[in-house]
C-alpha cells in the first residue's frame, strides 16, 4: 500500500518569501510522485512529477521539487511567492497503473 | 496538456433524483478513468475506477448500486449519483489516463462538479 502525508494544513507566508511544502511518502516499491494546485471549486492542476532521472526537478510557476529516496520526501519550494500563489496544493503517488494517492492538502497562504 | 472535460461544472438537484456527471477527454483516448470525492477542505478521495467497455472497480466503502459508472467508450465516461440525498453533496473530480508509456501515469483532471442535493 502507499500513502502520502502532507505535514502542513496551513502554511502563511508574505508575499516574495520562499516557501516549502513538505510531502512524505511511504510505499513499499518504487513510485512516481506529483504535486498539483487547486483553485477554489475548480479541478487539480499539475504543477510539476517525478518519474525518474533527476531528483531536482522543476514545474510551472517557477515551482521545482526535489526526490529524496533515503528520506522518501517530494518536498515543493519556491524561492518568491505571490497572491497568485494562493492555493491548495496537493502532493501525490502512484506506483505505476494504480489511480493517484493524494496527500491531505496544505493551504498556502501567501499575505501582502 | 491534455484536457479532460467535465461537465456540468455544478447542479442542484431535489433529494430522491439522480444525477448524471459526464467526464470527456477530447484530445487523447482515456484507456482508464477514475472518479474522485471531495469534502470541503478536505482530499481527494478515490471512488472507483474504470477502463473502457470493463465494469468499474470500486473502492472499500463505495456503494455501487448508488454511484453508478459507464465507460462505454475511450473518450467518455459518466458518474451517475442515483436517488441523491444531502450527504451525497460534494465536489466530485474525473481524471483520465492515455495508459502507461514506460512508466508514464500522469493522469489529467476535469475541472470538477459540484453538486448539491436540497
Known amino acids: 500500500a502507499q500513502s502520502v502525508t502532507q505535514l502542513d494544513s496551513q502554511v502563511p507566508v508574505f508575499e516574495e518569501a520562499p516557501v516549502e511544502l513538505r510531502c512524505n511518502y511511504s510505499?513499499?516499491?518504487?513510485?512516481?510522485l506529483f504535486w498539483y494546485v487547486q483553485y477554489p471549486n475548480q479541478g487539480l492542476q499539475l504543477l510539476l512529477k517525478?518519474?525518474?532521472?533527476?531528483?531536482l526537478v522543476k514545474g510551472i510557476n517557477g515551482f521545482e521539487a526535489e526526490f529524496n529516496k533515503s528520506q522518501t520526501s517530494f518536498h515543493l519550494r519556491k524561492p518568491s511567492v505571490h497572491i497568485s500563489d494562493t492555493a491548495e496544493y496537493f502532493c501525490a503517488v502512484t506506483t505505476g497503473r494504480r489511480a493517484l494517492t493524494f496527500g491531505s492538502g496544505t493551504r498556502l497562504q501567501v499575505q501582502p | 496538456g491534455a484536457v479532460v472535460s467535465q461537465h456540468p461544472s455544478w447542479v442542484i438537484c431535489k433529494s430522491g433524483t439522480s444525477v448524471k456527471i459526464e467526464c470527456r477527454s477530447l484530445d487523447f483516448q482515456a484507456t482508464t478513468m477514475f472518479w474522485y470525492r471531495q469534502f470541503p477542505k478536505q482530499s481527494l478521495m478515490l471512488m472507483a475506477t474504470?477502463?473502457?467497455?470493463?465494469?468499474?472497480?470500486?473502492e472499500q466503502g463505495v456503494e455501487k448500486d448508488k454511484f453508478l459508472i459507464n465507460h462505454a467508450s475511450l473518450t467518455l465516461s459518466t458518474l451517475t449519483v442515483t436517488s441523491a440525498h444531502p450527504e451525497d453533496s460534494s465536489f466530485y473530480i474525473c481524471s483520465a489516463r492515455a495508459g502507461q508509456v514506460e512508466g508514464n501515469t500522469e493522469a489529467f483532471f476535469g475541472q470538477g462538479t459540484r453538486l448539491t442535493v436540497v
Open positions: 474504470s477502463n473502457e467497455g470493463s465494469k468499474a472497480t470500486y
Open positions: 517525478y518519474l525518474s532521472g533527476s531528483t
Open positions: 510505499s513499499s516499491v518504487s513510485v512516481y
